[in-house]
């Protein structure tokens, strides 16, 4: 299992560097390089959901210009909301 888990855990990271949309590119793959080791199996799958989302629909859920849906608005969201606000904030 622990084989499988860091396989996984290896194919969101790539996922998450490569979505197409810069702005997603660097914020997923961040926080993916920072939070993914430390995500349960179940966090991993409601990721691995939030990683279908279409760029442009995720960074305004992220940048709360949107309200997520409840089937997406999950700690996972929450913990990738605080990322990105605590990353922007050290930019500032």
Same mark, same amino acid.
Do not use: C, N
């Given at each position: 299992?622990?084989?499988? *888990? ?6 969101? %990271? ?8 810069? +702005?997603?590119? !660097? @914020? &997923? ?6 939070? *993914? ?6 966090? %991993? ?8 989302? +279409?760029?442009? !629909? @995720? &960074? ?33």
């Amino acid at each position: 299992m622990g084989e499988a *888990l860091d396989l996984r855990r290896k194919r969101l %990271l790539y996922l998450s560097w490569r979505r197409g949309m810069r +702005e997603t590119d !660097l @914020l &997923l793959g961040r926080f993916a390089d920072r939070h *993914l080791r430390a995500l349960s199996e179940d966090q %991993l799958g409601r990721y691995e959901k939030l990683l279908e989302v +279409e760029d442009g !629909l @995720l &960074l305004d859920w992220v940048t709360r210009r949107l309200a997520p849906p409840a089937e997406h608005d999950s700690d996972v969201l929450r913990l990738l909301i605080e990322f990105h606000h605590a990353h922007d904030a050290r930019r500032a």
